[in-house]
């Protein structure tokens, strides 16, 4: 019986000890813990689109791996800093959520568009971790899927499957521009409805009655990081540019520029369909609404607006000329006063539409029609 025990003895004090071989202690545990890296995971926001009208603020959620000093920033479409929401703030290892109201760090409000966030930890002997995924996810062509035009209703349904900035053009097939629809406008993923009276952009000619309309749905990713702010009232004070001290740029890009779509690239300021307008210089009789009255060679001339008027001139653009929707002239080096010498002869007398399109080299394109009336 004896020998029995000191068997069982042994044999559980082997156990015992194999189990506790691969095992460190608790403060050694702990220790083993703190050499891994800092990490920063399940990061999202609870709505992708935040309204202030509807929703007092927005939360950012995120894990951290260990203690450390959290630093969440807030960069705007030019990658300026607009709102540090912490700084080096110490938190605790676990979940976390930090909120934004929809101000910069004035506690102005802020325009309706997209809004990039980064989260940054540091510890006392590490190297800062940053959660900044923009530069690889953002700017990449998609494509919105089961476009369809309800003339019923007035509207345009499609399907983005990511969240990305939209570009809605219509006008004549494979010919003029006659408006943009949405110019440039970040939309969530899903299914989306984009209210649309038919007309074209001086409110002229209906496309709906265009047998040969064409309808065009441009997209581009936002980063994953990004929250989009939206407006259901413009407010007047919305700062119209960044505080000076405000001058702070997100990281630099991690990617080659010729990598992502180019509307991604072009400053906010700039990124834009031309305005101009049509001017018929000279004496013209008008009839009782005002529509210029025209006879044999007119002077046409085109004015830039302030706003884009340098951008357009040191970038180049094209000029191009319709009347009625039929293609009359175009000059491909575009300058600015531009004057073009438009024979009307060749026109049955009666009311006609006259339309330019502006293309700029970095792809915008403005339009504007004007009614005329041709007589001998």
Known sequence: MKTLNIILFIALAGLLFSCTQGRLKPEKEMAALNTRPLRITNIRVDKKVFSPEKEKDVSIHFNISKQSQVT???????DL???TLVKNKELEKGPHKIKWDGTDD????????????????????????????????????IKARDAQLDTFKGEIRYILPKAGMVRIRAGVENSLLLRTIIDWEPRAAGRQKEPWDGLDQDGLINLFKLPNRQISIFAYSLPDNSIILSRETLKKDFPSKNPPDQNELRSPKKIRISNKFKHSTHDAALCHEPDFQIVFPGQHKKDSEGIPILNGIVPVKIVLSKRDRKHLESSRFEVMFFVDLIFLFEDEEGYTPFTFFWDTSNLPEGEHVFT???WSYDD????????VIIRR
């Open 106 to 141: 004035h506690n102005h409000l802020l325009p309706p568009g997209y809004y990039i966030f980064t989260i940054m930890g540091k510890t006392n002997n590490e190297k800062p971790v940053v959660y900044d995924p923009a530069d690889e996810t953002g700017g990449n062509l």
């Open 364 to 371: 915008h394109c403005g339009t504007k029609s004007r009614k």
């Open 72 to 78: 969440v920033k807030l960069y705007n479409r030019s």
């Open 356 to 358: 330019t399109n502006i």
């Open 81 to 83: 800093l607009i709102k």
